[in-house]
């Protein structure tokens, strides 16, 4: 894949070395989005659950932070 | 040199017959001068008055008015944050390096980035110079849905900073203040974080334990394109 890259006021495109640097940061930071995506789905779940046992809603808050 | 500038500052005596040239300079207020060095000469030489405490002059190079304060000039009423580099971004780009805005003049700096767009809501991340190791940080932000959800995560030894900033589709919005990026020894940096796109205000924080010295940095957001925009870079006053 291509990319513009821009450095001050000259826009060119990203040598091979570039796109592979911007791909790999792409990618690292992909992967700490599905992490922190993970983290949200699983606290959502705990919270459901907590609440399945009859925890109110600032109980479940003063557990798990909200 | 301007009009007003002088090369020397005169000192008279008494019973003096002054010229129009005399007159002329004591009229141009505050001393004018060229630059730094005109100004060092201008001062205790044969004719000239003593530099004392108290004592104004305006360099043409800067535009600014120092004062002595019997040891060194200062500049009076400098700000505390002072421009060094606006840098609008491109069409389309997925990296925008802003380069030689960090120098020994300041230690600490301020970089904001308004306007434009991201072409898909993303993170705005930071790299400094051409490191790509070392970067440590925290983003602590609430999904503002219902239930309000705290949620945090942190980069170990990364590649880049991940989240400076948030590239919107309406805005792109960093305000990061950054420390010590010129001298060699760690850069650390605190950045809000307005994720717009999924409701999640939050703050970002960390360093890049990398002991090296820094004149530039480059912006990218996660995935996508930016387009519009300036880049800011301020430096803060050291004294």
Redesign the interface.
Known sequence: MSYKIQIDDTIREATSDEAARIEAQRAEAAAQAAALDAKAAALVSARQKLAALGLSEAEVAALLGG | MGANATTSVPSYVAGEVLTAADLNVTNSGIPVFADSTARTNGFGGTGEKTLAEGQYAYLEDDNKTYVYDGAAWKEVGGAGLVLISS?????????????NCFSSTYDHYKITVNGGAGSTPE?L?M?LGAS?TGYYDMISY??TGT?????S?G?NN???W?RVGAAMTSNIMADIDLGSPNLAKPTYFRATYPYIASNFPGVAAGYHNVSTAYTGFTL?P??G?LTGGVIRVYGYQNS
Request: hydrophobic fraction near 30%; proline fraction near 6%.
């Open positions: 840098t609008t971004i491109g069409s389309a780009v997925s990296s925008v390096t802003v380069s993170n991340q790299q790509t609430i999904n239930p309000a959800t705290p949620l995560t980069t990364g590649s880049i991940a990218s996660g995935s394109t």
